[in-house]
């Protein structure tokens, strides 16, 4: 059974930075798709980025030129720094990893981090 555990949230004033780990416990990271997701209160869960296990990065829109995902294969982490960062972007933030083996797929979350921007 994977575990995600992540870290780094908190208060941030707009125009500012943060940068959130999660960490991976099972074996085999490397071959894992991890994501950010982020969920603000009244809202879907969204993608916010995502990093293949060969290095291919996608992000949303609303975050593109702003955050950047990035990933530790030694350490099993994967991270998002976040700079400028906007009010918009207040939510809990949720480390995702996704295995598909041939036509089985396996899909583990992490319990989030609370990420508030206010002045």
């Known amino acids: 059974q994977v575990q995600l555990v992540e870290s780094g949230g908190g208060l941030a004033q707009p125009g500012g930075s943060l940068r959130l780990s999660c960490v991976h416990s099972g074996s085999a990271f490397s071959f894992y798709v991890m994501g950010w997701y982020r969920q603000a209160p009244g809202k879907q869960r969204e993608l916010v980025a995502g990093i293949t296990s060969g290095g291919s990065t996608n992000y949303a829109d609303s975050v593109k030129g702003r955050f950047t995902i990035s990933r530790d294969n030694a350490k099993n982490t994967v991270y998002l720094q976040m700079n400028s960062l906007k009010p918009e972007d207040t939510a809990v933030y949720h480390c995702?990893?996704?295995?598909?083996?041939?036509?089985?797929?396996?899909?583990?979350w992490g319990q989030g981090t609370q990420v508030t921007v206010s002045s």
């Open positions: 995702n990893a996704e295995l598909r083996p041939g036509l089985q797929k396996y899909t583990y």
